[in-house]
């Protein structure tokens, strides 16, 4: 008996551990209700992210970022819980793309960390509890405040979680997060675009690489304006991200390259004018810390079948394509290679209201229209920036070209100024191409800038609307100041060696030491500033010169200018040839012509204190031919000036400083030197060849040959001065000059004199 009890005893503690047992069994193998899937991420790249980024997966779409309200939209925050500990992040592939939708601070200075999750299959979570847990070095606990909201239909959502752990995390720390949903279970790994940061002045977002500097393109429009970034590394763009053998989500494929970051479109309103359409503008602060971006690779050229605004993918072509009160500075592109159709730049293809300091780009660029090295089209500061790029059109008809700048634009909210710039390289295009800037469209001050290369307005279906300028091709208005040109520029019509053509500009303490060819309005510093004495031009020159090799043409050529409207030009000179050339570059051109060795044609101008030392030739019929001026028109006044190039030979109507004075024009106390005056003419003067106008108290050299002369101080030919006088001090007092002998204090006389050496020079040379 007592042994059959045991054995009944033993069944029953035998089954009870059993029972045991598996009820042990089944707590511990019990699985929630709820599904997750888990985010891994480091608190170093949690630091940084503020809009649509996506993940690393290949099927994460790029979705643009929608804005959730500060309180999180959709369904209300989920109270904390004491669910169980979750398993670990893993389980079965993940049915659910996951990816990083922003980090940023909001309305209850708090930070939250948003991710767009989109399951597979169509599944929906909509009014299901959605539960997020972190864990770290482990440690974890339940995220507060979790929400979400249906972003777009069918099933894609935007998940937001408070997240003060990440905001106060240490680096190097890794932080899981575990999303509980209803569904499949899995993984998922995402990555913050950055390195660190959180787009914060103080605490910039961080760039490194190139994916990350791709990033920067889901950072624009309204919602990411004044957010600020830093370079960390040099970048270099590899070249499989321009031949399209890298999968992107964007069009990067088929040899087209870098898609630029901002976007807009442009059209044509009802009067024919272009406007910008869609604007997506990169308005945030990039400061590149003196890094190199290189590798730089855009093909998108021109297409007559698009003209111009219906190929809108091609346009707005450059590192960054459009901006609005953007700031980009301490930035290096080197070796770009840009190909671009309207507003292309090696930077930045059209900045509103930009502020450009201290970049430098390098290579080659081609456009359509407003495009430069640096910028196609900008308003705003460009102050200590460079372009050694060269520049072209990539057809005969482009326009506003320029080799740091194609395009300065109207600005509506102050004055554009262009400061401590330099450009060098070869600008090739149709009209309005310049050295440094193709057009400058409102006022702007342009300062302390320098161009060198070579500047050609090119033949091309409209010869006569060129305006090539060494540094600038068309100036609107503005001030141009500080300057020098060492380009070598050609072109058409109104060609200048600083500024093509300008109408409201006043020009000072500016130096062109190049060569300048041209058919009409060509001069070594100015092309022209209008034909008319109406025409609002105001183009003063002040304490500028001309010291280049020769200026060219065959139609109204001048040392400084070739026609000058209705301005004043003070203090100036120019020491190279001026030569009328029927055989000029592009043809030939006819009209009221002059040649001077400083204006070929004056109109309702007044010339003060200037003096030019080249020899002046005209080798066919210019009606009139100066030392000085070759052609005047309207009232005009020319005073306390003088010519010393060894000769000036012309076919018609030839002066030593004067070819022809018009009636209304007078000239008072200035002086020849020219050695010899050659002319086949009855119309010639050691002063002037040909005047109905004033002529006072001038003098000429005695020993001047070409002709028999009538000593007259108020005559054409002018009262005789010997070489050695002429060299005097004593001369010039006599006829009321500001001078002072070189080893004098300056006392702001505007003359000195070396006494017995040579004829006088300005004070400020």
């Not at 190097?172 to 990555?191: L, M, Q, R, S």
């Not at 763009?237 to 890298?246: F, K, L, R, S």
Request: hydrophobic residues 30%.
């Amino acid at each position: 008996m007592k042994s059959q009890s045991r054995i009944r005893i033993g069944i029953v503690i035998l089954v009870i551990l059993s029972l045991a047992f598996l009820f042990v069994t089944l707590l511990v193998d019990r699985e929630p209700q709820t599904s997750c899937l888990s985010c891994s991420l480091s608190s170093q790249d949690a630091g940084g992210f503020e809009q649509a980024v996506p993940g690393n997966s290949s099927t994460s779409p790029r979705i643009p970022p929608k804005n959730v309200t500060p309180d999180g939209g959709g369904n209300p925050p989920i109270s904390p819980v004491d669910p169980p500990v979750p398993p670990a992040p893993g389980g079965d592939p993940i049915d659910a793309d996951v990816s990083l939708y922003d980090y940023k601070l909001w309305s209850d200075s708090a930070y939250y960390l948003r991710v767009l999750m989109t399951p597979d299959g169509g599944t929906t979570i909509t009014g299901s509890e959605l539960k997020v847990y972190y864990t770290t070095n482990g440690s974890g606990g339940w995220v507060q405040n979790v929400s979400y909201e249906l972003l777009s239909a069918p099933n894609t959502y935007v998940v937001k979680m408070k997240d003060p752990v990440l905001e106060n995390a240490g680096n190097g720390k890794i932080y899981t997060y575990t999303f509980y949903i209803d569904g499949d279970k899995g993984t998922e790994t995402v990555n913050y675009p950055f390195e660190s940061g959180k787009g914060t002045a103080a605490n910039p977002y961080m760039i490194s690489d190139v994916v990350q500097m791709d990033a920067l393109r889901y950072y624009t429009g309204i919602a990411d304006a004044g957010k600020y970034f830093e370079l960390a590394d040099d970048i270099d763009i590899p070249a499989e991200w321009n031949t399209g053998t890298v999968e992107k989500d964007r069009a990067y494929a088929d040899g087209f390259g870098w898609i630029p970051i901002g976007t807009a479109t442009m059209n044509l309103d009802d009067t024919g004018n272009y406007i910008i359409e869609s604007p997506n503008p990169f308005s945030g602060n990039l400061n590149g810390q003196n890094k190199t971006i290189s590798g730089l690779y855009i093909y998108r050229p021109f297409s007559f079948m698009g003209y111009p605004y219906e190929d809108e993918e091609n346009n707005f072509m450059g590192l960054f394509g459009y901006s609005e009160h953007s700031k980009l500075e301490n930035l290096n592109l080197e070796n770009i290679d840009v190909t671009g159709c309207f507003y292309t730049g090696g930077l930045l293809g059209h900045g509103n209201n930009t502020q450009i300091r201290n970049v430098n780009v390098s290579g080659n660029l081609i456009g359509a229209e407003s495009s430069g090295g640096l910028l196609g089209y900008a308003t705003g500061l460009i102050s200590e920036c460079s372009a050694e790029v060269n520049v072209s059109d990539d057809y005969i008809g482009g326009i506003k070209f320029g080799g740091l700048i194609g395009e300065i634009g109207e600005n509506t909210l102050a004055s554009n100024t262009v400061e401590n710039c330099k450009a060098k390289g070869d600008t090739v295009a149709l009209e309005d191409v310049g050295g440094l800037i193709g057009r400058v469209a409102s006022s702007s001050v342009i300062q302390n800038c320098r161009s060198e290369g070579t500047v050609e307005g090119r033949n091309g279906f409209f010869a006569v609307s060129t305006k090539a300028g060494g540094l600038v091709g068309f100036m609107n208005k503005g001030v141009v100041t500080d300057c020098t040109s060492e380009s070598n520029v050609s072109g058409n019509a109104y060609v200048g060696g600083l500024i093509g053509s300008d109408f409201k500009a006043p020009v000072t303490n500016c130096t062109v030491t190049g060569k300048v060819e041209g058919i009409q309005y060509v001069g070594g510093l100015i092309g022209g500033t209008g034909l008319t004495s109406t025409h609002e031009a105001n183009f003063n020159l002040t304490k500028c010169r001309f010291t280049g090799p020769s200026v060219s043409g065959n139609h109204t050529v001048g040392g400084l200018a070739g026609i000058y409207v209705n301005s004043t030009m003070t203090n100036c000179y120019s020491t190279g040839d001026v030569l009328f050339n029927s055989t000029a570059i592009y043809g030939t051109s006819s009209g009221i012509t002059g040649t001077g060795g400083l204006v070929g044609y004056l109109n309702s101008s007044t010339v003060l204190n200037c003096y030019a030392a080249g020899n002046v030739t005209s080798n066919n019929a210019s009606y009139a031919v100066g030392g000085l001026v070759g052609n005047t028109s309207q009232t005009n006044l020319i005073e306390n000036c003088y010519s010393s190039g060894n000769t000036v030979s012309g076919k018609n109507s030839t002066g030593g400083l004067v070819g022809s004075v018009n009636s209304d024009t007078a000239v008072k106390n200035c002086t020849s030197f020219i050695q010899t005056l050659s002319t086949t003419s009855p119309n010639k003067g050691r002063i002037a060849g040909l005047s109905s106008g004033t002529l006072e108290n001038n003098y000429a050299l005695g020993e001047m040959t070409g002709g028999t002369w009538m000593s007259n101080a108020n005559g054409k030919d002018g009262a005789d001065v010997s070489a050695s006088d002429a060299k005097t001090k004593t001369f010039y007092n006599g006829l009321g000059w500001s001078i002072r002998n070189s080893t004098d204090n300056d006392n702001n006389e505007i003359w000195m004199i070396a006494e017995g050496t040579a004829y006088p020079i300005l004070s400020w040379q």
